[in-house]
């Protein structure tokens, strides 16, 4: 398939009014009755059509979801791990899916490793306590029988924001 | 901490992924929590209002609408790490930046339309800075569902 093949069917599912409808609603939408007003009347469509494109996106993959982002840290889950294993690369597969398993493990990515980096599964954990997070990666130690592991908290935020076109 | 009562915990719990798509979704929300919409509204404002919920809206998926991410790791020493944490920060190709205590500190993640830009950035702050650096770009996925569950 050529280049210029492939660029037109992405530019036929994600057209110019579905990357204005991100645009306008990647900061959030406001909390009243009809949110999608504005957004209909600057694109001259209707909300109806908003609504029907949002989960079009939906449903083929261009958002992962439409819906909050929660302060995680205000509402008090403010301990937030992030697991590294040195997992056989063998294993990889069977245990991503096992770690990906655990409800408050929320990403799990498979990473390259460096010299002086030998980790290569990452797990997110978010929960209330550190406690709470290191109970999980032992229970997920267990599960797998991977024991080198790591947890590194987030001291501090830098920066939070979604992901914008 | 934000004071939460059953309520507030039901609505951040519930919009996470199930948010009506609808053209009055807060209409539908609020009979769903058996609250009026007004009340809905009000409760949702002082939330967003004290940094409970950040917004509602798309979780833009970089991979279909062809970006391209990475995570990205610095070693850079203690006394460095406010300036060095800035500078990062003003790259927009950053969407979170964290201090994790190890070898390792600064962690952050770079979104961009290509590979090349996000080796752009990377060689910069490589060459800027002399710190030694990790490009951590994901080779498997196996999950990604952020939801907190409030409790």
């Not at chain 1, 799990?108 to 290191?134: A, G, I, K, Q």
């Not at chain 2, 940094?51 to 610095?74: D, E």
């Amino acid at each position: 398939m050529s280049d210029e093949v492939k660029v037109h069917t992405q530019d036929r599912m994600l057209d110019e009014v579905n990357i204005r409808i991100l645009k306008l609603t990647q900061d959030g939408i406001s909390f009243t009755h009809s949110p999608f007003t504005h957004i209909a009347e600057e694109l001259g469509i209707s909300e109806e059509e908003i609504v029907d494109r949002i989960r079009y996106m939906q449903e083929h993959g261009f958002i992962r979801r439409f819906g909050a982002s929660i302060g995680h840290r205000v509402v008090g889950i403010t301990a937030n791990a992030m697991c590294t294993w040195n997992v056989p690369d063998e294993r990889v597969e069977e245990v991503g899916a096992v770690m990906a398993g655990f409800d408050e493990v929320t990403h799990c990515y498979e990473r390259p490793r460096y010299p002086d980096w030998p980790y290569n599964l990452f797990t997110m954990v978010h929960s209330y306590t550190r406690d709470d997070c290191e109970e999980v990666a032992r229970q997920i130690s267990i599960a797998t029988g991977i024991s080198d592991y790591r947890l590194l908290y987030s001291e501090r935020e830098f920066k939070k924001t979604g992901v914008r076109l | 901490m934000i004071q939460l009562d059953a309520i507030d915990k039901n609505i951040l719990n519930m919009i996470q992924l199930d948010f009506p798509m609808e053209v009055h979704p807060f209409e539908e929300l609020s009979d769903r929590l058996d609250i009026s919409e007004k009340e809905l509204l009000q409760r949702l404002e002082r939330l967003n209002h004290e940094g409970a919920l950040r917004r509602i809206g798309p979780i833009i998926n970089t991979k279909k609408t062809g970006g391209i991410s990475t995570l990205v790791a610095i070693k850079v020493p203690d006394s460095k790490i406010n300036e060095i944490a800035k500078r990062i920060n003003e790259h927009p190709e950053v969407s979170h930046n964290y201090l994790r205590h190890a070898d390792y500190n600064i962690w952050f993640t770079l979104s961009a339309p290509s590979r090349e830009h996000l080796d752009h950035i990377i060689n910069t702050l490589k060459n800027e800075t002399g710190y030694p650096v990790i490009d951590l770009p994901t080779i498997r996925l196996f999950k990604i569902g952020v939801k907190f569950n409030v409790r």
